[in-house]
């Protein structure tokens, strides 16, 4: 079956609708888990792309150092400090706790792929039942341990952590992309959603391409909004498969207006703010 080519009116159709009487917490709460020592922007990056595309409330959980600095850069977002420079095992009843007021969760940027980390990561995904995005280090994580994976998870690969995944390199043909997708999809019962050039998206049933991006989109930190992103729709209440469709295309649609402005000097914090002529757009019979 040809996949289906994610456009705007797809977006449109499964945002939710923002009734009038609507409070704090009808659209999201979402747990950002990530961060370490020596990163800080992942987490960050992915809080703030949250907000952008209507999230509620973001909390980011982090280690002390990461986590203080992610609260200084947006009185947006709440953090809740980890004591440690790493993740680490003795960390997860604290998460889980932080998930029991969650809507979704997601796990993996900056987190480093220390084994202690790696092992409290995988703890954490065959603890919790709430929607998840894994990404970046957690991909790792998930690939060692493959029972974690759940049916409600959004995995975020690009193409070396698809054949962590796979044991498969990415074809750049599409249709045989695709392919491959979905038979990760299918072995896994769960949604991938592999970033290129051509996202590709699938639940092994249904499967999406999304064509917004560019060349530009290769700095550091789009996989990280894109992640958010994804977040945010699962923290919404919309099932898995079609919140990486709608994200794929928001996050593309984004990088291409940050790239139309600012070409190669473009940064991944840029599309922060042109996330929000993206949603103004999908949203535009609100005030």
């Known amino acids: 079956m040809k996949p289906l ?8 159709k499964v945002l939710p609708e923002r009734k ?18 020596r990163y800080s ?8 792309a949250a907000y952008r595309t209507g999230c509620d409330l973001v909390v980011v959980a982090a280690p002390e150092r990461a986590a203080n600095t992610i609260a200084s850069f947006s009185p947006d977002i709440i953090t809740e400090p980890l004591k440690g420079d790493y993740l680490n095992s003795w960390h997860l009843k604290s998460l889980l706790e932080l998930s029991e007021n969650a809507d979704a969760v997601v796990i993996g940027g900056g987190l480093g792929r220390r084994k202690e980390t790696l092992s409290a990561v995988v703890k954490f995904l065959g ?36 054949f962590v995944l796979s044991g498969e390199k990415p074809s750049q043909r599409l249709s045989e992309r695709v392919k491959q997708v979905q038979k990760l999809a299918s072995s896994l019962d769960t949604t991938i959603l592999l970033k290129g050039h051509i996202d ?6 249904r499967t999406a391409i999304n064509r917004t991006g560019n060349p530009c989109m290769t700095k550091g930190g789009t996989g990280d909004t ?12 919309i099932e898995p498969f079609k919140s990486a469709c709608a994200a794929s295309y928001v996050n593309g649609c984004a990088g291409d207006i940050a790239a139309r402005e600012f070409g190669t000097s473009m940064l991944a914090s840029d599309m922060i703010f042109t996330l929000t002529e993206v949603m103004k757009e999908l949203n535009r019979k609100l005030p």
């Open 5 to 12: 080519t994610v456009n705007k009116a797809f977006v449109r």
């Open 20 to 37: 009038p009487w609507s409070h704090k917490g009808d659209f999201g709460k979402l747990l950002v888990i990530g961060g370490s020592r």
């Open 41 to 48: 922007g992942s987490p960050a990056l992915e809080a703030l």
């Open 127 to 162: 603890s919790v039942n709430l929607p998840c995005v894994i990404d970046a280090d957690a991909i790792h994580a998930a690939g060692e341990v493959r029972d974690a994976i759940k049916n409600n998870f959004i995995l975020t690969p690009h193409s070396h952590e698809f």
């Open 200 to 205: 590709v998206i699938s639940s092994s049933s």
């Open 226 to 237: 894109l992640a958010g992103i994804c977040g945010a729709f699962l923290a919404m209440g």
